[in-house]
RNA sequence: GGCCCCGUGGUGUAGCGGUCUAACAUGCCUCCCUGUCACGGAGGAGAUCGGCGGUUCGAAUCCGCUCGGGGUCGCCA
């Protein structure tokens, strides 16, 4: 068996008719005619139509025994099909090969799902055989999808003078971000490594060390729980330049994601890429990462409801609040508010306001309660015509934002305002420097402590932190965040100040960041930089729902690998090894 | 930890108080078939309906608990 003289599947043609080929592959198919066997063979590259003819008898009483699945070897010449009898959906479907000798190399058992159909397996089943899963088309092709984007992105960078370099996974655990995956050493007991949740503080040291512009596609690791786009293990396209403002990053990184949909999709992806502020992506579309592939956009009518005397929206008024709606251009029944008012509810708001926009005015239960002048209004603010239907919500900003933009997000997909094949980036850019945490209310960092305010907001770096703005910035496509990224502090001073906005005192600083303070009195260069989840970008080109079905081997939503049952009960001797000692479980914990 | 959805032959679904001795498609097994390509035809095997408990004369179907999976909120500097 010489594989050297292996001719992938796929890639059969007309060209070959007459030479012998040997094709290795799976038995995709078979058409047992009776006298004739067809058998559809593939690998990677695609499938072919082997032939089976009694003519050749070992051959054809082989063909007749193979089993979907089966490893084979068949060897034979190339043959024009007969006319009429061409498959227009394969590349292959001008030949088919004349099967003379056929070695059955691994017989295969039944699979316990189809593997040639791409229909719906339950999830657990596929990642338990995933290495039967990653065999059809879907995930080949979502693989192999992966891979050229990689590519893309490596010859896109290398090209602009980026240098791929690597940075360590075993690190520092550092106590901000999320939760770490702890290493212990064995050498040094009693003390613990953490897996990187990013290359941060790496990447600005290496533009410290005058390596000016980086780059790493690199796998990260934080210990939270699982979602559709959030995997225990991910991978970042991480990249850092010096001497760079924020233009510079944008540009870069837009230019990077227009050569790769050009490259793997061809799709024009419009440059520059739209940019909104944090701010106005909030007042517009009610969350920081906009859907922008439909409109719906929130509209303010506080001030059209200014003198109102309609009670809900009065108190909301008079305590600070507003009331913003947003039009939708169809009459949706009582059904679908119903169902929006439900999500409106669950992000805080007591309500959703609607009328129905009719030829001469409004229908709706409330409408009583408003003057011939809001109601004017009303139709002006929102253009709504007739047969649209308005709907509002007046609370806090913050609860209309957030109750309007998830009813935004909700009402799309209903009314078909989402195309397939639509790609929207956004940048998002002035985030805030800090922001207040929900549950300790203690100040945090929007984005990372190393993450540089924008200058002419420094006056409130101490009086008023949390109205500070950042140099931060985020990529933003169809609704999904693809990653983030800043203009970083370079001066000690500084970021000494930042610490200090973030209650992190001069010494606790110098004992968990004095490596950083102290390279930046070493030279620094101004550096900025960017980082993005490659999963969810892979994810978001593949059509793709969740980063799974673009990772050869994922993680269940409880962190397990089910293929091989990761994770597995400790090793009493590696635990002695580590110096290690499992407490005894709480009773109610399992 | 909260909320929501889903567990029925190998796979995917239907059935949602009695007619279920559980249906359909596909896969599997046997036989027929020389131009199929989701080949076709005939026949066959295969599920006590995730588990436990309850309601009921009667439960796949209703209720409770539980196990497993997924989505989401919290969390993700």
Same mark, same amino acid.
């Given at each position: ?198 290359? #941060? =503080? ?5 533009? !410290?060390?005058?390596? @000016?512009?980086?780059?790493? *596609?690199? $796998? &990260? ?14 991978? #970042? =396209? ?5 001497? !760079?403002?924020?233009? @510079?990053?944008?540009?870069? *990184?837009? $230019? &990077? ?334």
């Amino acid at each position: 068996m010489s594989l050297t003289r292996r001719t992938p599947c796929g890639t059969v043609r007309t060209e070959q008719v007459g030479s012998d080929v040997d094709l290795y592959g799976w038995v995709h198919r078979r058409r047992d005619l009776g006298g004739l066997i067809f058998i559809d063979l593939r690998d990677r590259s695609g499938i072919v139509q082997v032939k089976f003819d009694p003519v050749h008898a070992q051959a054809h009483a082989a063909g007749g025994g193979l089993r979907s699945e089966s490893v084979i070897h068949v060897r034979g010449p190339v043959r024009v099909r007969p006319p009429g009898t061409e498959n227009k959906e394969l590349s292959t479907g001008a030949v088919e090969v004349e099967a003379h000798a056929v070695d059955l190399l691994n017989r295969a058992q039944p699979p316990p799902f189809a593997v040639n159909e791409d229909g719906a397996v339950d999830e657990q089943l596929r990642l338990r055989y995933r290495y039967l899963d990653l065999r059809r088309s879907r995930m080949a092709r979502n693989l192999q999808l992966r891979h050229r984007m990689t590519k893309a992105i490596r010859d896109f960078l290398d090209d602009q003078g980026f240098v791929e370099i690597e940075t360590p996974v075993l690190i520092r655990s550092t106590p901000e971000g999320a939760r770490d995956y702890l290493v212990p050493s064995r050498l040094k007991p009693g003390h613990v490594y953490a897996l990187a949740q990013s290359p #941060q =503080l790496y990447k600005q040291l290496l533009m !410290v060390a005058g390596m @000016d512009r980086y780059f790493q *596609i690199v $796998r &990260c690791y934080r210990d939270e729980d699982q979602r559709a786009d959030r995997q225990p293990e991910f991978t #970042q =396209l991480d990249l850092e330049m010096s001497f !760079v403002g924020e233009d @510079d990053v944008l540009d870069v *990184i837009e $230019r &990077c994601f227009a050569h790769i949909w050009k490259q793997v999709l061809n799709v024009d992806v419009p440059t520059p890429i739209r940019r909104i502020t944090h701010a106005e992506a909030l007042r517009r579309y009610g969350v920081d990462k906009p859907d922008l592939r439909y409109g719906l956009e929130i509209e303010e009518l506080s001030a059209i409801f200014a003198t109102t005397e309609f009670k809900i929206f009065r108190q909301a008024l008079d305590s600070g609040g507003v009331v913003r709606g947003i039009r939708i251009p169809r009459n949706v029944g009582g059904k679908e508010i119903e169902a929006l008012t439900e999500v409106a509810r669950a992000e805080g708001a007591k309500g959703l306001a609607f009328w129905h926009r009719e030829p001469n005015g409004w229908r709706s239960p409330i409408t009583k309660f408003f003057s011939d002048g809001e109601l004017t209004g009303l139709a002006q603010a929102t253009g709504a015509q007739p047969d649209d239907v308005v709907v509002a919500v007046a609370d806090r900003a913050e609860v209309a934002a957030a109750a309007l933009g998830s009813v935004r997000k909700a009402a799309a997909g209903p009314l078909g305002l989402i195309k397939d094949g639509n790609f929207e980036f956004v940048w998002v850019t002035e985030f805030p420097l800090f922001e207040r945490s929900k549950e300790t209310g203690e100040v945090t960092a929007a984005h990372h402590p190393f993450t540089s305010p924008r200058p002419e907001d420094l006056p409130l770096l101490d009086s008023e932190p949390l109205r500070v703005r950042a140099r931060a910035y985020d990529l933003v496509l169809n609704g999904t965040e693809l990653g983030s990224g800043s203009i970083r502090i370079h001066d000690p001073e500084m970021q000494q100040r930042v610490f200090n906005g973030l209650g992190i005192s001069r010494e606790d600083a110098e004992r968990k960041f004095g490596f950083l303070l102290n390279a930046f009195r070493y030279g620094a260069p101004p550096h900025g930089g960017f980082a993005y989840g490659l999963d969810r970008v892979v994810m978001l080109a593949a059509g793709e729902e969740t980063i799974r079905e673009v990772i050869a081997f994922p993680k269940n939503q409880q962190a397990e690998e089910v293929m091989t049952d990761a994770p597995a009960p400790a090793d009493p001797k590696q635990l002695r090894e580590l110096g290690l000692q499992l407490m005894p479980r709480p009773p109610q914990a399992r």
